[in-house]
């Protein structure tokens, strides 16, 4: 199966058993936007959820936030995203339409990082690279991302806001709320889930590059002389993150930025790539971000940002390791990763081999026949059930379709009620991966299944 084949394969059972969906599909669509289905919410709330309990909760040291999406413009100046978070754009003489100069330059094997408008315009001259449809391209212009808008009723420079481009901001204006509520000593983290939006150029890839999406960010303030162990620290915790959600760790590259390539904020980036269907992309970073948004911050609100260490008495601004997240990219990584085709029986079988934990569906309650009182039965055991797990009935077409079915939406245990059920109070229950199949007790059931997801 090529690489292009098995992306599509994946888009498409997506959509057929509802996991994503194109945004405004039954109006044409709106590109670079996606709605996730019952089986894709279910799914992303477990990755955020995981993720909030092992970098929130089950730590002393952070503090979670949720900070607005419309914030002060003076932040975005402040910050720099005002005047530099723009990508390189440039535009078919006749068709007009415009493209990412750079994905153009990749698009021919080309490296276009670091590189200037006037070195992609000479690259793209050397090459002689035309636009998607074949025509000539105009020259390479930068492009601001960040989606404006205005507050109140009257639209002027002082009612300009704009939709946040990052989730990271909102935890460095609160960095002085959590130091006045708390107290906290350093090291301490700022952690937050929420939406970011990106005026994409050319939105492509699947979930990869979006308008909109949805990140899981923290913000670890630290002493500065602190910050190569600390970096090291949150390496290994990425590394280990990979794993318990169950990504393909052959398929993830770790690569470090090289200086002058990355952040101009970043002293050191570490890119964890991985090995998509369409390429290897980043699928999230960790990055060494010094003092510089806290101390632009500092100078451009007049507040001070300043950390006292009451056991030195020293004052200093703090500096700051971020590892960022992007919950879609994290899904479309996980469903590559989990997507699998087998032959059975001279049958193709799509099976998702999700880990338990993070599974959609953890059990699927079926009876065999929709008679005899099985269908009854069925639901008292569901019921009995759904208070542990996510559970899902189903009682549609034969008991092959619908072991296929959990298949493709990756659910690890089948329970089969039949006639025998009825008599002794046993089922079937079936394991996705091996599709081995054990007869146990109902009351049985739960511990049973701890035992094989623990």
Known sequence: MS????????ISLAKRRGFIYQGSEIYGGLAGTWDYGPLGIALKRNITNLWWKR???????????????LMNSKVWEASGHVDGFADPLVEDTKTKKRYRADHLLEDEGIDAAGMTPEEMNAAIAENDIQSPDGNPLG???QFNMMFK??????????????????????????FKNIIDSFHPKLPFGIAQIGKAFRNEITPRDFLFRTREFEQMEIEYFIHPDEWEKHFDEWQRELREWNAFIGLDEERIIERVIPEGEGAHY????????????????????????TDYDLKKHHDGSGESLEYFDQQSGDRFIPHVIEPSLGVDRTILALLESVYSEEEVDGDTRTVLKFKPHVAPVMVAVL???????????????????????????????SIGKRYRRQDEIGTPFCIT?????????????????????????????????QERIS
Do not use: W
């Not at 970098?55 to 999406?69: E, H, K, L, T, W």
């Not at 009854?376 to 542990?388: I, P, S």
């Open 3 to 10: 690489e292009e084949n098995r992306m599509q394969k994946i």
């Open 55 to 69: 970098f929130v909760d089950d730590r002393s040291d952070m503090y979670g936030v949720d900070a607005a999406i």
């Open 149 to 174: 808008t205005n507050i109140g009723a009257v639209e002027d420079s002082s009612s300009v806001s704009y939709l946040r481009p990052e989730t990271a901001q909102g935890m460095f204006v609160n």
């Open 266 to 289: 970043a002293l050191k980036t570490i890119d964890f790539e991985f090995k998509y269907s369409f390429g290897q992309k980043e699928l999230f970073g960790l990055a060494y971000r």
């Open 139 to 141: 020259e390479v212009q």
């Open 417 to 449: 009620i039949d006639h025998d059920t009825l008599e002794d109070d046993t089922v079937t229950i079936r394991d996705r991966d091996s599709m081995e199949q054990d007869r146990v007790p109902v009351k049985e059931l739960e511990s049973y299944i």
């Open 367 to 397: 009876p065999l026949l929709r008679k005899d009182g099985l269908p009854e039965k069925a639901q008292e055991v569901f019921e009995g059930l759904r208070d542990v797990f996510v559970c899902q009935y189903d009682e549609t077409a």
